[in-house]
């Protein structure tokens, strides 16, 4: 008889665990800002430091609030003084495993991306410069402490990691059902894949107007408004969806990608109508809310 | 003085290659112990350790007869008392297992059926954790530690779903040695290093080229690697490399001893096409087999016949073979001159390609980039492989009215029995009085008459010719060899 040594630890071992359950231990950095504990302590004052917007209004979290898993409850963010934006402030956790940043990709790196919500007009309206020396920093240091910090921001341990780690209980019958319509009848996988549900790339998937998305950088008109996939990461918890919030509900997120998104000259190739029973679109939104876990943020 | 050494050293890295174990019982699935006196492999399915010096086996794992349970990937630990292994359990996935290289019970150190594929790398030096990769349903590989006393693995990184071909632990514990693709769109492969802590991971070795399976030297000062053909070695002080061996053959490195002997499989033989006439009168395959096409000797395989008859389609190796999904392309040869034309189609691995009924298109089993498997139609012009859902639809209409369906073969109204569990190709007999029916490994020949059905000898993984009168087949096989080499 063989025995199954070490199943009866897996709770104890990930409670240990450094990183949440479901990532990788090791997070990408760039060679010449690597994590620090003092960097990360100063980007975190930072994200919630009100100085950083031309009128002291609003701070990263006003948009990447902490109780709504680093997102916010609009449809398109606003910024000081009312003014509103074009886009969905998206939930920003795992970004340190990302590979280009914005809706578009725009942004090649953290520390590139985080001077755009800082000096962009609609958000906090402040060249990245002027905001560094109200805080008697440099824009170079403002900049290596903010993406540090972001880096810092880390969503795991859902009842789905917990499943695909080995625990068969972790998933009730329907999840385990919707976990299986993801992978395979919906095609979901086919571009939310891999620890962070993202493949990284550019799709359009027929939603918005007028947005050009990832084609404005990338000059290709195949990329007409594509964007980026989001990670679906406690996704449950901070509708309304898309890049532009036109989609109310994960209910109505799974209706979309039923009519096989909404037809136009760009739609990607994978998708396609999927003919989802009233039952499977349940099992695939109870699959999708076992995607919230925990969020850490602020350690290394 | 610095002559001298140069002398030494080029003494060294010149003294020959042996082989160490050859014949039919090869495989390449274990490693050598550091004390250099064991080799791991596989044994009809168990376990088992080969004495390097005496050619002694033992077979350590005792499987059931006729089970569907077998051992596949394993590594000795550096203490030589027990070995790490894959193992493929009952339930129809692999789960990983240590047992003492002196018998007793296996133990199972991770199962996971969301995890269907486990390879256990390498040990660290104090024998409690084992670098693994972990294939997971999803298509997403990981490289991971997993402790030797059983316990979570420590997932590091997570990988596309094409996976290292070997990955080392240096010997200071501190450096895990992987390979992977140099980048996004690219084929070859450059190896890695990644801080086994997590902190940190930068591209070893920056030269173009496929540069795969990274071993370290015992001293920790190097990493070895093989290079196309041939084995080369790093040297992490400076960074240079230099070679250690040039064409070697097909290597699939296998580890290094303490006494940096280097082990590495060498893949030899191959497989071609050929082609041959029917003797109809016999009903046997006659005249002398030619092969189809002479570029890439040795590297082809499963001809189909295009409905027309002008083109026969073929898989061709492409790069170094090694381990898992190889390289494969599509080859068109024109029937009449040499016209060859190659289709790669953005597929990870392709298998058994025969044409659809319209000669547009071929049909191939194979998995897509993002790892899905299926049967997908490759366009002949585009070169597009779409994804089709019904594979009966292979089974379509013949050139001329005679139709598969099922296990029968219909001919307007008549109809007969093949004898074939699964039929996938037809073709007239040139006198129109008998149809070839093959499932790609047996091909039976049915008399419209109704007489009984003729058994063809033919080798297996052929194709007919809608002529009736040639088929195209393949021939040759590919065997494995144990070599040892020193290394400098």
């Avoid at chain 1, 408004?225 to 509900?249: E, Q, W």
């Avoid at chain 2, 059905?453 to 087949?473: E, L, M, Y």
Wanted: proline fraction near 6%.
């Amino acid at each position: 008889m063989t025995r199954a040594a070490g199943f009866v630890l897996l709770a104890a071992a990930i409670a240990q665990a450094q990183v949440p359950l479901g990532l990788d231990a090791y997070i990408p950095a760039p060679e010449n800002n690597p994590l620090s504990i003092e960097k990360i302590a100063l980007g975190r004052k930072l994200f919630f430091d009100k100085r950083l917007s031309r009128d002291g209004s609003i701070a990263c979290a006003s948009c990447h609030d902490p109780n709504l898993a680093f997102s916010d409850a609009r449809p398109v963010a606003l910024g000081i003084a009312g003014r509103k934006g074009t886009r969905r402030s998206p939930r920003i956790a795992n970004r340190a495993y990302g590979k280009s940043f914005f809706w578009d990709g725009r942004a090649a790196t953290l520390e590139e991306q985080v001077g755009g919500p800082i000096a962009n007009p609609l958000e906090m309206d402040l060249p990245v410069a002027e905001a560094a020396s109200r805080v008697n920093l440099s824009e170079t240091e403002l900049r290596r402490a903010l993406a540090s910090y972001v880096r810092t921001i880390l969503a795991g341990d859902s009842p789905y990691d917990r499943f695909v780690a080995g625990d068969r209980t972790a998933l009730n019958a329907q999840a385990q059902e919707g976990l299986k319509i993801f992978r395979g009848k919906g095609g979901c996988i086919a571009c939310h894949l891999g620890p962070n549900l993202t493949d990284e790339s550019f799709h359009n998937t027929g939603v918005g107007a007028g947005d050009e998305g990832r084609a404005k950088w990338s000059g290709r008109p195949e990329d007409t408004a594509a964007f980026k996939t989001p990670s679906l990461r406690d996704v449950a918890s901070t509708p309304p969806y898309m890049h532009d919030g036109s989609v109310a509900t994960l209910e109505d997120v799974v209706e979309h990608y039923n009519r096989g998104g909404r037809a136009n000259p760009y739609l990607d190739s994978e998708l396609h109508r999927l003919q989802l029973t009233d039952a499977e679109k349940r099992a695939l939104v109870a699959f999708l809310k076992s995607l919230s876990g925990t969020i850490r943020e602020g350690s290394l | 003085m610095r002559t001298l050494s140069t002398i030494l050293l080029l003494a060294a890295a010149l003294s020959p290659p042996k082989p160490v174990w050859t014949g039919p019982s090869v495989t390449l699935l274990g490693g050598p112990s550091k004390d250099g006196r064991w080799l791991s492999y596989v044994d009809h399915g168990d376990l088992a350790l080969r004495e390097l010096a005496s050619g002694r086996t033992v077979v350590i794992t005792k499987r059931a007869n006729g089970s569907k349970e077998f051992a596949y990937f394993s590594t000795i630990s550096p203490d030589s008392r027990r070995i790490a292994y894959a193992w493929f359990n009952k339930l129809g996935f692999y789960e990983l297992r240590v047992v003492d290289l002196d018998g007793g019970e296996p133990r199972i150190l991770y199962r996971n059926e969301e995890t269907g594929f486990v390879q256990p790398c390498a040990w660290s030096a104090d024998g409690s954790q084992i670098l693994t990769l972990l294939f997971r349903k999803d298509n997403i590989s990981q490289i991971v530690m997993q402790p030797a006393a059983g316990g979570l693995p420590k997932v590091l990184k997570s990988l596309n779903w094409i996976y290292p071909k070997k990955m080392d632990l240096s010997p200071d514990g501190r450096w895990i040695a992987y390979d992977s693709f140099a980048s996004e769109n690219s084929g070859e492969r450059t190896i890695y290093l990644l801080a086994v802590d997590g902190s940190r991971e930068r591209r070893l070795i920056s030269e173009p080229g496929d540069h795969l399976f990274p071993v370290w030297t015992p001293d920790g000062n190097s990493v070895v690697y093989a290079s196309g053909t041939g084995v080369r070695m790093l040297d992490l002080a400076d960074g240079k490399s230099r070679s250690i061996a040039d064409n070697l053959g097909r290597v699939v490195p296998l580890g290094i001893t303490q006494d940096r002997t280097y082990y590495y499989g060498l893949r030899t033989g191959g497989t071609d096409v050929y082609a041959s006439e029917i003797d109809m009168a016999q009903g046997k395959s006659g005249g002398s087999p030619r092969p189809v096409s002479i570029r890439f000797p040795g590297r082809n395989s499963q001809p189909s016949w295009s409905p027309d008859g002008q083109w026969l389609a073929f898989l061709s190796r492409r790069g170094t073979e090694t381990f898992g999904e190889e390289t494969r392309v599509l080859v068109l040869r024109a029937a009449k001159g040499d016209g060859e034309r190659e289709l790669a189609p953005k597929l990870a691995r392709m298998d058994a390609p025969h044409w659809t009924p319209d000669g547009k298109a071929l049909l191939v089993r194979g998995t897509d980039r993002l790892g899905r498997e299926g049967l997908y139609r490759v366009d002949t012009e585009t070169a597009n492989a779409v994804r089709v859902a019904e594979p009966v639809d292979a089974n379509g209409c013949s050139p001329a009215k005679a139709v598969l369906c099922g296990t029968e073969l219909r001919v307007g109204a008549e109809r007969y029995e093949t004898t074939l569990a699964k039929p996938t190709e037809l073709a007239w007999a040139p006198q129109r009085d008998a149809i070839f029916v093959g499932d790609g490994s047996r091909l039976v020949r049915i008399p419209l008459d109704h007489s009984p059905v003729q058994k063809v000898d033919t080798p297996s993984g052929f194709s007919i010719h809608p002529n009736g009168r040639t088929i195209a087949f393949t021939a040759g096989s590919t065997n494995s060899e144990v070599w040892a080499l020193k290394i400098p």
